[in-house]
């Protein structure tokens, strides 16, 4: 299968990079996953190194192309194609790549093979895919994210486990499954969205995903407003939740489920590693530089 190589602007000087990556669609409940590369785009100010062709993986017809005016007093315009693309950031002077991506139509392996290639190319050390499903999880509760990775080295420096899943699986499982057996180092983290507000946006679950992105590079996010974003959404739903007996039920029933099953969880490993967080945000300013 022939691959495209892709031409990437302004990475002459990388140094041993990590990608981050998301990818819109089913594997993007709520849109968590791509509202937290978004977010970081934004706070690390990412520039725009490179995108694929869309031409071979998508249906313009499913992900339609968006038009904007560009200059509306002339009748100009700008039409924007769904791809995938690549970004570069240096938060704190460490090269962090990101990867903003809508899942392909068709082609998926050649697909994966043109991301292996240009991981290559940019010369990545570990990959880090974001993620969100819709699950019995409770709102009033912390959003469960759960990490995995095949890779044994990476699995015991991130604290994650080995993927158990078996079913129908999404771009996200795929390109997993691509980096390693391209022997790349690759863990996935999905954040867990309450299937009864699946609706856009949920960030409190963004901030779950952005709180596991802390843990992997070892540095505070500027979070702006998505904490009080995610209070907002809390109390929303909680509204929502009082105006009916049956989904109040529900609720409880979820809460009961989530408490029981988290007892064994509330060790001095868990509290070590909020502590961590707490000493990262307090020893960082708050744009994310270190204070002296």
């Known amino acids: 299968m022939q691959v495209t190589v892709i031409t990437f602007d302004g990475v ?4 041993e990079p ?3 990556a998301s990818f819109e669609g089913w594997n993007d409940a709520a849109e968590s996953a791509s509202g937290a590369l978004a977010h970081l785009s934004g706070v690390w100010e990412a520039q725009f190194i490179g995108e694929l062709d869309p031409d071979e993986y998508y249906d313009f017809q499913v992900n339609r192309p968006q038009i904007s005016a560009e200059r509306p007093g002339e009748g100009l315009s700008r039409i924007t194609w769904p791809t995938t693309r690549f970004y570069r950031a240096r938060p704190n002077g460490r090269d ?3 990867m903003r991506g809508v899942e392909p139509n068709m082609r998926w392996r050649g697909f994966c093979e043109e991301l292996i290639g240009a991981c290559r190319d940019l010369k990545v050390t570990t990959v880090v895919t974001l993620a969100a499903l819709l699950g019995d999880a409770p709102h009033t509760r912390p959003v469960p994210v759960r990490g995995t990775s095949a890779d044994p080295l990476l699995r015991e420096r991130l604290g994650v486990e080995p993927s158990t899943y078996e079913g129908p699986t999404g771009i996200v499982g795929v390109f997993q499954d691509a980096c390693h057996r391209a022997g790349l180092s690759a863990a996935s983290f999905w954040a867990a969205v309450p299937y009864y507000v699946a609706q856009p946006p949920c960030p409190k679950a963004t901030v779950a995903l952005l709180q596991r ?3 992997v590079l070892d540095l505070a996010i500027p979070l702006l407003d998505l904490p009080a974003d995610a209070r907002m959404w809390q109390e929303g739903v909680d509204e929502l939740a009082g105006e009916d007996s049956e989904v109040a039920e529900y609720v409880r029933s979820l809460e009961e489920a ?3 099953a988290d007892l064994p969880e509330a060790s001095g490993e868990a509290i070590a590693k909020e502590f961590e ?10 744009g994310g530089e270190t204070r002296s």
């Open 18 to 20: 990590i990608l981050l």
């Open 96 to 98: 962090v790549l990101l």
């Open 12 to 15: 002459d000087s990388l140094s």
């Open 213 to 215: 992105v802390e843990d």
């Open 258 to 260: 989530k408490d029981t």
């Open 277 to 286: 967080r707490y000493l990262r945000r307090r020893d960082e300013g708050p």
